[in-house]
């Protein structure tokens, strides 16, 4: 006997709603300010609040904040600045709790940069930029970033935190390692007789950074492939500043904030410009983004001055974990309950590592939809992203996620495997259906 349900399908608003007042969200103000003076302009910015995650319901609303600076050039600065931001959400499932979308945007974040770098090297254009992007979701900040734009963080508290991290090659060791492993070359420009000056650079093309968006004539080792830092910062607020470099040649982060602090956002940001100019004077396109985030009704104002200066100790390189991460945590989680908290933090180059999201959140991403370029794909048309790796004979192939085979030549040529001339497909049948996964080896 059949039962007849009057069961009826709650809105995704209606529940988010419900999910607010049950959490008792109580929502920050955000408010910005932006400043630049201009020498090749080449740095765009881009400024966006009340976003809504579901169109209409005045409540899952988050906000976008991007500094893109270019070189040779401003068409891929102004590519990015218009393009990306659409490109992260189309890699966002839709009807996603706000935890769970939350939670998908540093993978989303991953997939929007390299499709973004992607489509607009098949426009055959040669300038690059760097970018440094964020989201803000209530205290939940997350921040992409590649190239030397640096976004860091004073919170209520009085601590600095670098929310991304600077791709130039004279710094990061790392990147130097992969660039050369991947078949780039790492050195100074020769001035002759055996005289080299400069920075580091990436040799074909002089680029002095390991990361960008664009710069095709560069060499696909210059990769779009952000690190990604996600924090959640106490109901105290903070102030966050992102510039280009402009800014950062001139200033460290402790003069930066000293420099504005007790100022509203609009005159920190050109207070900020003024004295990196005041110091160096105008060598290259030199723009800040102020960014308070404050609790509710709370008098638009700069985040008071630590209540200790702590010295050369102040500029942390690494957040404060979560309770539950650590030992030295433990008898501790109530006892400081409202200070800034590590959501996420991932920097590696290695798509295969940044696009295979953790149980349970991988569970939100479709099977059949290329990871980065979020095209459908029949079964049996995907290549894991595994493929090729020394780990692949450990994983189950048809777990994914899968690229198509255009952005698994993207992936190739990013790791320096491209013209590899050995192709070994494998189809490989999932034991619990009839379903099969192409599996490609080199």
Request: overall charge negative; proline content about 5%.
């Amino acid at each position: 006997m059949s039962i007849r349900s009057d069961h009826q399908t709650v809105p995704l608003s209606v529940l988010l709603k419900r999910e607010l007042a049950s959490e008792k969200v109580e929502k920050p103000e955000i408010i910005y300010g932006q400043a630049s003076q201009s020498k090749k302009g080449e740095d765009f910015t881009l400024l966006k609040t009340e976003c809504q995650r579901v169109v209409g319901d005045g409540v899952s609303t988050y906000s976008v904040f991007g500094l893109f600076d270019g070189h040779n050039g401003s068409a891929a600065a102004i590519y990015s600045k218009e393009n990306l931001l659409n490109n992260v959400l189309a890699a966002i499932p839709p009807e996603l709790s706000r935890d769970e979308w939350v939670a998908a945007l540093p993978r989303a974040l991953v997939a929007g940069f390299v499709k973004t770098d992607k489509d607009f090297q098949e426009k055959a254009r040669t300038s690059g930029t760097t970018v440094t992007f964020m989201i803000i979701e209530g205290w939940v900040v997350t921040v992409a970033s590649v190239g030397d734009s640096r976004c860091i963080l004073e919170s209520a508290e009085g601590g600095l935190y670098h929310l991304s991290a600077d791709h130039r090659l004279e710094c990061n060791e790392e990147e130097r390692d992969r660039i050369t492993a991947s078949g780039g070359e790492v050195g100074r420009l020769n001035a002759g007789g055996g005289a080299e000056i400069g920075p580091l650079r990436c040799w074909p093309g002089g680029l002095c950074l390991s990361r960008s968006i664009g710069d095709m004539d560069v060499g696909e080792f210059i990769v779009p492939v952000p690190y990604v830092k996600q924090v959640k910062l106490s109901t105290a607020g903070g102030r966050l500043i992102i510039s280009s470099d402009g800014v950062w040649d001139a200033l460290s982060p402790e003069m930066t904030f000293d420099c504005c602090r007790g100022m509203p956002a609009d005159a920190a940001a050109s207070q900020v410009v003024k004295e990196a100019l005041h110091v160096k004077g105008l060598r290259d396109d030199t723009t800040c983004i102020v960014i308070d985030i404050q609790p509710p009704e709370k008098v638009p104002a700069a985040p008071s001055a630590p209540p200790k200066k702590q010295g050369k100790g102040v500029f942390k390189s690494m957040f404060r974990k979560k309770p539950s991460e650590s030992s030295s945590q433990v008898g501790k989680e109530y006892s400081e309950p409202d200070l800034l908290e590590e959501l996420f933090e991932e920097g590696s180059a290695m798509l295969a590592d940044r696009l295979d999201a953790k149980y349970p959140i991988c569970n939100v991403f479709k099977l059949f939809m290329c990871a980065v370029c979020q095209v459908e794909m029949k079964p049996g048309e995907g290549i894991s992203i595994h493929a090729g790796s020394s780990s692949a004979g450990k994983l189950r192939p048809w777990d994914g996620p899968f690229l198509c085979s255009s952005c698994q030549e993207k992936k190739e040529a990013m790791e320096g495997k491209r013209g590899m001339d050995l192709d070994i497909v494998v189809e490989v049948t999932s034991p619990s259906s009839s379903t099969s996964f192409a599996f490609k080896e080199h």
